[in-house]
């Protein structure tokens, strides 16, 4: 089953009625748009889906100070786990 939360033409709406939006078919709805999809057309999958592509020079461990190879911050890290533990 497709997921709306990939797809580039998914949206949240500021509607609380219908929270769920597909601007590659234009509509809101109270649940995710695939099952819309299904329901109007249920031997066909969404044609419309097209996942959503990755930030640019980001990759998926980018922002982590584990991955990071820094002293500073791996000390820094270190000294945080130790304030938290003495809570």
């Known amino acids: 089953m497709i997921d709306c ?5 998914y949206y949240v709406t500021w509607d609380k009625d ?3 939006g ?3 078919m234009g509509f809101k709805s ?3 748009p695939v099952f819309a999809v299904r329901r109007s057309t249920p031997n066909m999958p969404c044609q419309f889906f097209q996942k959503k592509n990755a930030p ?3 990759s ?3 922002g982590r100070a584990s991955s990071c190879n820094d002293p500073v911050l791996i000390s820094q890290k270190r000294r945080f786990k130790g304030a938290k533990a003495g809570l």
């Open 5 to 9: 939360l990939k797809c580039q033409h």
């Open 22 to 24: 597909c601007k590659g």
């Open 30 to 32: 109270r649940h995710l």
């Open 60 to 62: 998926s461990k980018a």
């Open 18 to 20: 219908f929270p769920h």
């Open 56 to 58: 640019r020079g980001l």
